[in-house]
């Protein structure tokens, strides 16, 4: 699972001590259902998190909080900890971990989605099933039909019924994790995929600057063998049909670090993704809660496993790593604007005295990045002493997990611009790679949904729509595969 790894792979754990059925995680999938979720993250489309994360409890067996708790900003969220929504069959709803409280706006105004929607996804709808206790029973005198939401003979079977729930059973619900690693997974799902993508724009600004391939040499990377780096100098050979021991370019000896240091920026972006999926695949097939109840010797066991360190440290690391795959195409976009390495205009503008061309996408890109910054400020750095200094530490995985969110939306925008400027610096040159390589399809697909008027005019459309293609580039890029 990962960079290099086999997608849609299934894991199937052992039930853990007290439950009754094993626990199932789908791998990293390839924007299927074997992913993290039905259609994963869709970005800048504004669904919530109840379409774009994966089927909610209501598909497994359960109502969870597919009904009114999974709709925007999180309006009805709170009943999963009291009311409807926690009737839940097969897994414990994402809303469990603190309904509205638990910040049902973390995700507003980054890829259209809120907490709150997050908050109506279920376990099942991140790649695994959360663990339900085996003494769950039904509701007495409510029909099946009533409690789930789904007629007795589409039960899954060997799901746990769902048990009614009281003021016991608030501090196991609230340390779950659930809200956070719903929001874990499908931040993953998005982000994974756009870094993908954007090797795909990056190997379209190489050609536009008749970049060099030497970078991406297998030998290079056979004598510094980091895994990530080396499985993304491995695709790009393939997206622009490089060999692996290329010619020297008859141009200039060295490219600019945007292109030049490609796979050693992308690859640990890749690397920290993979360390990000493992985590989440332990956490969302564990039983965390405290205390734990195990049936073997029915002993209720209070601990501290619900602390979420590895989860914020593998978030944090993950955002850290992307903010630097996004400041890379930042530069690609510069050099694209420099008539040096086009031998175009300055920001590719067209015959007329004073145009602009596409200058205005470096602020548009230098703005976005900023905010990715903000978003990547380890959210581990913070502290809480809270009940008396009894609970004297706080893992602010939530936080981290909501800046995550936040962060797709502000990637989405930088990647966007460089592919609008990458695009029209192929055509003013008349340059067009092979259309049986993965390249030559992205820019036949770019093409086709790209303005080709290079008349200074708003670029929002055009930014808008280049955003949008990078779930299909991420398609590309997943095919460019040994």
């Avoid at 949904?449 to 955003?467: G, H, M």
Wanted: glycine residues 14%.
């Amino acid at each position: 699972m990962g960079a290099s790894g086999a997608e849609g792979e299934i894991t199937k754990l052992p039930a853990p001590a007290g439950f009754k059925a094993p626990l199932v995680l789908a791998g990293s999938g390839d924007g299927d259902s074997q992913g993290f979720g039905d259609r994963g993250a869709e970005g800048l489309d504004g669904r919530d998190a109840g379409e774009s994360g994966g089927r909610d409890t209501g598909g497994s067996g359960g109502s969870g909080a597919g009904g009114p708790g999974a709709r925007g900003h999180g309006s009805r969220d709170a009943e999963v900890v009291g009311g409807r929504g926690a009737e839940i069959s097969g897994s414990r709803s994402a809303g469990t971990s603190g309904g509205r409280g638990a910040g049902d706006r973390g995700a507003g105004g980054s890829a259209g989605r809120d907490a709150g929607s997050v908050g109506g996804l279920d376990a099942d709808g991140v790649g695994g099933r959360a663990a339900v206790p085996s003494s769950a029973r039904p509701l007495d005198g409510v029909p099946e039909r009533a409690r789930t939401g789904v007629p007795e003979h589409h039960a899954l079977a060997g799901v746990p019924e769902p048990q009614p729930l009281d003021n016991n059973d608030a501090l196991a619900l609230i340390s779950s994790n659930a809200l956070t690693l719903g929001q874990s997974a499908l931040a993953l799902h998005e982000l994974r995929g756009l870094i993908g993508a954007t090797q795909v724009v990056g190997a379209l600004s190489l050609l536009a600057v008749d970049g060099s391939h030497e970078p991406y040499a297998a030998p290079v990377h056979a004598a510094r063998p980091h895994r990530g780096s080396t499985e993304v100098a491995r695709r790009m050979r393939e997206l622009i049909g490089a060999a692996d021991r290329p010619t020297p370019p008859l141009g200039r000896i060295q490219d600019p670090y945007g292109f030049r240091c490609l796979p050693q920026i992308h690859g640990p972006a890749h690397d920290a993704a993979d360390a990000l999926e493992e985590v989440l695949a332990i956490e969302i097939n564990a039983a965390a809660e405290n205390p734990f109840i195990s049936a073997e010797d029915m002993t209720a066991y209070h601990h501290g496993g619900f602390y979420q360190a590895q989860l914020v440290l593998a978030l944090d690391h993950f955002r850290l790593a992307l903010t630097q795959v996004a400041r890379l195409s930042t530069s690609r976009l510069s050099s694209l604007n420099e008539p040096a390495f086009t031998r175009l205009k300055p920001f590719l503008a067209d015959n007329e005295a004073a145009s602009s061309g596409v200058m205005i996408l470096e602020y548009a890109a230098a703005a976005a990045l900023g905010d990715l910054r903000a978003f990547s400020a380890p959210a581990s750095l913070g502290h809480a002493v809270l009940s008396r200094g009894v609970e004297e530490q706080a893992s602010f995985a939530s936080l981290a997990a909501r800046q995550t969110l936040r962060a797709c939306r502000a990637y989405r925008l930088v990647v966007g611009c460089e592919l609008v400027a990458a695009v029209r610096a192929l055509r003013q040159r008349g340059l067009r790679p092979d259309p049986e390589l993965p390249v030559g399809r992205a820019l036949e697909l770019a093409e086709s949904v790209l303005d080709d008027e290079t008349a200074d005019r708003p670029l929002t459309d055009d930014v808008t729509a280049a955003a949008g293609l990078l779930d299909r580039f991420t398609e590309i890029w997943r095919g460019s595969t040994s």
